[in-house]
């Protein structure tokens, strides 16, 4: 049984929810008691999610700004309220080196993994958290710390929303607390072209042994939501299997770089 944390009727929106991370932090809201509305690309997708939540959708680009006001407006409209937002929405691409990498697609990456965290930060602010406080989890990623092979874009823009991040927690005191979580490898769809070749060998390397599952990211990101984490804001949460003290109980090298030298995922 989740506990409630304090979320029972309270209303989240969650971007990217129909599968992976995004879809685990819904599920876990609503469990909590939570009203949730969930959006992502496919329509489909999004009425079905939406119905098994017990919630609503909105489907579309995170990327377009009037999506985001759409998604705002039909919470506020349906709920009557916004006290959670879970920026979880996020591309991968342009995937290899900076040198190569197409304005468009940087650009692209900026608006969806930047831009549209805050555009929905701020609907949800403006519609109801500047009078009644809430909280926003950010998911940014276990890279933003460090360099890596062919997702240089990635990585800069998840470091980016990482002082986005702190940024909001600064100023939206003391209404409204702002966090993220930084996961390592889970295994998510984004990330199949990592994990799925050789996973044993990825696990090996960790110190817990095992890569992620989309439900440890969403117990951390639905803690922070919380009233249990009523006195953290600007804080950033690694769920990553001990990836960053790796080096003290292996030698062996980051199994996930040389993935990333090897592999490049699927363009969507």
Known sequence: MTSSYGLEGRAAVVTGATRGIGRAVAERLAAAGALVCVTARDADEVRRTA???????????VADPGHLRDVTDTALREFGRIDVVVNNAATNQPYGPLMDADPGAWREAFAVNVEAPLRLVQ???????????????????????????????????????????????????P?????????????????????????EQLAAGLPLGRIGEPADVARAVVWLASDAAEWITGADLLVDGGTRVRTAHSAREYAVHDRLRSYAPPRS
């Open 51 to 61: 119905a098994e939540l017990g919630g609503i959708g909105v489907s579309g680009s």
């Open 123 to 173: 609907g949800a602010w403006h519609g109801w958290m500047r009078e009644h406080g809430g909280s926003v989890v950010n998911i940014c990623t276990e890279g933003a710390g460090h360099v890596g092979p062919n997702v240089g874009a990635y990585g800069t823009s998840k470091a980016a929303l990482l002082h986005l991040t702190q940024q909001l927690a600064g100023e939206l005191a």
């Open 175 to 199: 209404k409204v607390r702002v966090n993220s979580v930084s996961p390592g490898l889970v295994r998510t769809e984004m990330a199949r072209f990592v994990w799925e070749a050789g996973e």
